[in-house]
């Protein structure tokens, strides 16, 4: 039978864990300490644990951080890791290096259940949820661990569809037992599952990043089906409902598509919907995927359209692309090796 892991465990599920096994309640902060303090990969590691407690916690749990399975490093310095998951499973993490910040963009799900027209991710089906340890461990077992700024939930699959777990996960990112990073260094990306996103503006103060890539209902429909369970004019209500306070930061994610988004009449309609919203947008260039019609706005309708939601008062950025030589975009690099697994299996 498989031991449960240690590692993505909160400190509240620590002390309990210590409190069954009769240990001295300081246990679970030296447990915490090891765990996400340190390079430990063992037990044998936690020098400042008696032998007999690491003999008992070696005996009922695993530490349960994993390696990488394959990395990728791209001319400019991003890096793709792809990491297992179980008998024939892959998520994969982008370290995106840029001057002081240091980025990394983690997975939350093998492959995607919500089937966006634009998503590599979502071509390989829902394979299953990661737990809160095996998306910290994205963070935990990299040689760039100390250096990460910035995280994203941003990789695999939709964060809020596995809102247990990266809850969890958050907890632990931001807190002083944890990995102490500042909540305001840390984004969650969304679809728009509107109940999830109620229960992380409450119970969160982590940053948002809703994918729009249309304002128009109908449009949005045929990129993305969850439209027809969560209407962006509901999630755009959410996030007008809640204080978000002065550092808490929402965007809005939005691909650039050929004759598709990127019309003067999207920047009017943007500038409309969003006039009441503390936001601003993120463009990104689409790279294209196999088995997808869409293809990318040229450069200078992107720039254009850039500058017409900056003069209506839209903050609006346009994020740089990064690994473009290593397959950075989320999902391929995993596909091309389910693709490898299978045919080796025939």
Known sequence: MQKEPLFGKTLDELKQIAAELELPAYTSGQIAYWLYKTDV????????????????????????VKAPAKVNESADGTKKYLFTTGAGKFVE?????????????????????????????????????????????????????????????????????????????????????GFAISVRKVTVSTIGIVPAMRVFLEQSKCNLAVSLHTPFEDERKRLMPIQTVYPLKEVVATIQAYDLGKYR???????????????????????????????????????????????????????????ALNDKGIVTTLRASRGQDIEAACGLLSTKELVKMQQTDE
Do not use: W
Not at 52 to 62: G, I, M, P, Q, T
Not at 95 to 105: A, E, M, S
């Open 41 to 64: 990969d063992s037990f044998d590691g936690m020098t400042n644990v008696s032998k007999k407690v690491r003999s008992l916690l070696a005996e009922n749990y695993s530490f349960g």
């Open 249 to 307: 930061r929402v965007s809005f994610e939005y691909i650039m598509f050929k004759g598709v988004n990127d019309t003067r009449r999207h920047v009017n309609e943007l500038a409309r919907i969003l006039n009441k919203v503390r936001s601003r947008i993120n463009l990104i260039r689409f790279h294209p995927i196999p088995g997808t019609p869409l293809e990318c706005s040229d450069e200078a309708t992107i720039i254009d359209f850039q500058q």
């Open 93 to 177: 993490a982008a370290y995106i290096p840029d001057g002081k910040r240091h980025t990394l963009c983690v997975s939350s799900q093998v492959g995607c259940k919500m089937g966006c027209l634009f998503c590599m991710t979502g071509k390989q089906g829902f394979q299953g949820h990661l737990t809160a340890g095996e998306i910290l461990n994205q963070l935990r077992s990299i040689p760039e661990s100390k250096t990460i700024t910035n995280i994203v939930y941003m990789g695999m699959g939709e964060p809020f569809d596995n809102l247990e777990q990266v809850m969890k996960s958050l907890e632990i990112v931001t807190a002083e037992y």
